[in-house]
């Protein structure tokens, strides 16, 4: 199926992988875009060669150096938590790439798209890992929708076809996923990570503000599990339990989205990419 997010990007699907810092990999990305996906992977990563873009996270202070950088090589660059700025967008653009921002709130959708970007990414409060809005992503996607021209893709605790063809057919332009994938075996989550988001529900989520080291004030969805955990340890890093970590992970951030409920066999990418566009015409 083709939208026109899918022509944008020059991919076949309108399903893009979310970058997930710290656990985003190569392989994983190479894999969605090989199954007709979008890949992406987090800013250091080396990119995957096809439709696949990088994520920078403002809060980290990536130098325009840096973007120009990753734009030479990425022909896609999105940016996440932070005002759209002109700046970043137009570098990207002089070295011939796309521009995305994911997006909390309508207002910020409309600066987005008055700043130049191509698209953007609607994230609800379903989503795993970090939170920039307060809206559920069916309200939120019907507010950007009405907002601006350049196409939506639609964030935030998916999991199900029935759940992607519903967002598709509500005018997602596509569908970001995270959690799925992180149980993929391309990815770098570490197993243990991987384990207790096979075995969780919806309801163990929680949206905190604990993992907040060298990131303040933004919440983020994790398992609660974790949570208790760390307020046990101390343990405040933003970095989720990877193959690198070389510690228990118990207490670590394990980001979950709300529908890791439906997530219950770790499957390779190109399966998951298959089972989620399933139900499209």
């Given at each position: 199926m083709r939208t026109r997010f899918a022509d944008l990007v020059g991919c076949e699907l309108p399903l893009q992988l979310a970058a997930m810092g710290g656990v985003g990999t190569t392989e994983l990305a190479a894999a969605v875009v090989l199954a007709g996906g979008m890949g992406m992977v987090p800013a250091g990563v080396?990119?995957?060669?096809?439709?696949?873009?990088?994520?920078?996270?403002?809060?980290?202070?990536?130098?325009?150096?840096?973007?120009?950088?990753?734009?030479?090589?990425?022909?896609?660059?999105?940016?996440?938590?932070?005002?759209?700025?002109?700046?970043?967008?137009?570098?990207?653009?002089?070295e011939g790439g796309l521009v995305a921002w994911q997006i909390g709130s309508a207002s910020e959708a409309t600066a987005a798209e008055?700043?130049?970007?191509?698209?953007?990414?609607?994230?609800?409060?379903?989503?795993?890992?970090?939170?920039?809005?307060?809206?559920?992503?069916?309200?939120?996607?019907?507010?950007?929708?009405?907002?601006?021209?350049i196409p939506v893709v639609a964030a935030g605790g998916v999991a199900t076809a029935e759940r992607f063809v519903a967002l598709i057919g509500a005018g997602a332009g596509a569908v970001r996923v995270g959690t799925r994938f992180v149980t993929s075996p391309e990815s770098g989550a570490h197993p243990d990570y991987v384990s207790r988001l096979l075995e969780a529900?919806?309801?163990?989520?929680?949206?905190?503000?604990?993992?907040?080291?060298?990131?303040?004030?933004?919440?983020?969805?994790?398992?609660?599990?974790?949570?208790?955990?760390?307020?046990?340890?101390?343990?405040?890093?933003?970095?989720?339990?990877?193959?690198?970590?070389?510690?228990?992970?118990?207490?670590?951030?394990m980001y979950a989205g709300m529908g890791v409920g439906d997530v219950t066999s770790a499957l390779p990418a190109a399966e998951v990419v298959r089972d989620l566009v399933r139900l499209l015409d």
């Open positions: 080396p990119i995957a060669s096809g439709s696949c873009g990088v994520n920078f996270l403002l809060p980290f202070r990536p130098s325009l150096e840096d973007i120009i950088e990753a734009a030479s090589q990425a022909p896609t660059v999105e940016f996440f938590y932070g005002d759209p700025r002109r700046d970043f967008v137009e570098a990207v653009h002089a008055d700043a130049g970007c191509d698209y953007v990414v609607a994230q609800g409060i379903e989503a795993g890992g970090h939170i920039r809005g307060n809206q559920g992503l069916d309200e939120l996607l019907a507010a950007v929708m009405d907002d601006v021209k529900k919806g309801e163990d989520t929680e949206l905190s503000g604990w993992f907040n080291q060298g990131w303040d004030g933004a919440p983020h969805r994790v398992l609660r599990a974790c949570i208790q955990a760390a307020m046990e340890s101390g343990w405040r890093a933003t970095v989720p339990p990877n193959t690198r970590t070389d510690r228990d992970v118990s207490d670590m951030a």
